[in-house]
Each structure stands twice: as structure tokens, then as C-alpha cells.
């Protein structure tokens, strides 16, 4: 079956990196869209980040943009979210999820809608000093 398996997060002080990895198994993720998604304490889950395994088109927040990189390895089968200069407003649990390239999904993934049927369990990320 579809799961995927986040790992990477951590305490990190303002302006460090983390690099958050999202590892699949059961799929191969050359025909799924990938996002990242974040919810802190309270908040909703906010979109982060999505990449397209058809074309590679990748998608950030407006919030994440020029610090976050998204990216895919095929070889491992795992998607990568590189977080620089971090700020305490990162603070939040962070998730990956995929869904098989259909139209609908990949508005999803332009937009950051969290409407994917396949989730990992979350990595905490905290931000501060």
C-alpha cells in the first residue's frame, strides 16, 4: 500500500536549514504529485510546497518563497523540502502527500490544496533560539 514516511526534522535556531525528506514506498512516485504541508499549534494546515513528477513544476507558498526548495530523487524514491534561513514562524509539524496525476490534483498542487489521499505522519520542525 501507499506510505510515506517523513524524517529530517528538528530544533533549529533562526536562520538555519533543515532538510525535511519524504520517503515512499508501495508507488513509485514518476506518476504522483507531492506536497509539503504545515500546521502549527492552532492554526490550519497551510499548503508549502508541491512538485509535479510529470513536467518537475514545483509550487511555493508566497511565505516560503526563495528559502524552501523542493525536489525529487528517483532514484531513491523520495522527495526532499530544503528549508533555509528559517524563521520561528516555520515552527509547525510538517507532512508530505501524494496522489497519482489526475487534473484535479494537480490544481491541488498549483493552488496548495491539502486535497491528497495519502499522508505521512508529520515531522516536527521548531525555530528558535
Known amino acids: 500500500q501507499v506510505q510515506l514516511v517523513e524524517s529530517g526534522g528538528g530544533l533549529v535556531q533562526p536562520g538555519g536549514s533543515l532538510r525535511l525528506s519524504c520517503a515512499a514506498s508501495?508507488?513509485?512516485?514518476?506518476?504522483?504529485?507531492i506536497g509539503w504541508f504545515r500546521q502549527a499549534p492552532g492554526k490550519e494546515r497551510e499548503g508549502v510546497s508541491c512538485?509535479?513528477?510529470?513536467?518537475?513544476?514545483?509550487y511555493y507558498a508566497d511565505s516560503v518563497k526563495g528559502r524552501f526548495t523542493i525536489s525529487r530523487d528517483s532514484a531513491k524514491n523520495t522527495v526532499y523540502l530544503q528549508m533555509n534561513s528559517l524563521k520561528p514562524e516555520d515552527t509547525a509539524v510538517y507532512y508530505c502527500a501524494t496522489d497519482p496525476i489526475t487534473l484535479a490534483t494537480m490544481r491541488a498542487c498549483s493552488r496548495l490544496l491539502p486535497d491528497f489521499g495519502s499522508w505521512g505522519q508529520g515531522t516536527q520542525v521548531t525555530v528558535s533560539s
Open positions: 508501495g508507488f513509485t512516485l514518476d506518476y504522483y504529485v
Open positions: 512538485i509535479s513528477s510529470s513536467d518537475g513544476s514545483t
